[in-house]
């Protein structure tokens, strides 16, 4: 299929809008109980971020470290606990939460006894039944051990995401990401053995190398398991980042983006002639496993009502997103590490970098959040919460979407969903959905 002159496929991974680099710091900066004073509480999201890793990925671009010297996570988690108090404190009256999530970095990198600490966080100061709701954790596969997996399964987890990237141990490699096939399928094994409902497995395309071939054997690797979910995730290599760093190979950006098509094209027709079913671009749900199942799948982390922990998270109201400093720089993130733990009890109480959301941005990110889902925007709920119809508010980007394919000709009037061809060409549709403003601060942003 031909490409739409112009427009490259990966252009940026939207998962979240606007995107952290569009932030900034707020002068004078406005109080918790201030932000969440009219928000509801009925259905909060929490997510907690540990912002450590046993090595970091060549492609990697998170907030996160290499390894915690000393007592570092015991002092991380101490500053959890003092923002936890901080932040319940701010949610005044009634508050229950319906979802909770463990990212990074890797959360799987505390010790049995930390993660226990970590769930007690979770539970007691902010008052999130685990055991009552969807609650998913990002591992890798040498942090999975017996103990750490038992410590998770008995504070019930429901969704276990392991970074895996590739079963060929040169790919890994590759793409900086030392590992072993052998312990990859050890820890699949553990995860398997604590019967946590949804193993979810993450796999890269793209990679210096990698061939249909190669890839078509990491998908059938992954599918001995039986996951419940797969992500196929494109690579891309940013600025600072180790692969950033080391420079590109003999490819041009249009061979680049042709392969990984390719490849896309290949491993998402290949998992769903094994019975899965495409709910994103990246995303892939076993036929099956029902989004009841699913439970903790359906968490999205970017949904209003997310109350973030840690100096990775981010927090989402109707009218701000906010968040702590962002780098990529190692000794950049070190530092805000380091700034974060030192804080006393009530440092926590303020939020000090973010975007506020005025409506015309709140209408482009519910448009980015729900047409890059496969099921697509239900057009009567965009008007009952914005009082317009979506076909008349962005006119113009629909029509050229339609005009590259993108949009999918059955979907009916009540529902706006992209084609097979547009949930290939996400990281561009997303894109072309950020506003002026937006652009043009993420474009000023100065990485670091």
Known sequence: MTRPVGVRPYENYVYAYPHK???RRMQPRPSLQQIWADEPKDALSLYIHIPFCEVRCGFCNLFTRIGAPGDMTTRYLDALERQADDVGAALVGERRF???AFGGGTPTFLEADELERLCDIAEIRMGVDLSAVPFSVEASPSTVTADRLAVLASRGVTRLSLGVQSFVDSEAMAAARPQKRADVE????????????ILNIDLIYGIDGQTATTWQHSLDAALVWEPEEIYLYPLYVRELTGLGKRGGGVESDAEWDERRLRLYRFGRDHLLAAGYEQVSMRMFRRGGVGSAQAGAADYACQTDGMIGLGCGARSYTANLHYSFDYAVDMREIRGIIDEFTSRP?????HAEVGRAMDMDESRRRHLVQSILQAEGLATAEYRLRFGSDVRDDFAAELSTFHSYGWLASDAGADRLQLSPEGLAYSDALGPALF?????RDMAEYEAR
Not at 186 to 197: E, Y
Not at 345 to 349: D, L, Y
């Open 186 to 197: 050890a820890a699949l094994g553990r995860i398997r053995d604590t019967a946590v409902p």
């Open 21 to 23: 680099t569009a932030y």
């Open 435 to 439: 506003s002026d403003a937006v652009r």
């Open 98 to 100: 319906a979802a909770a």
């Open 345 to 349: 009890p009530g440092g926590f109480a």
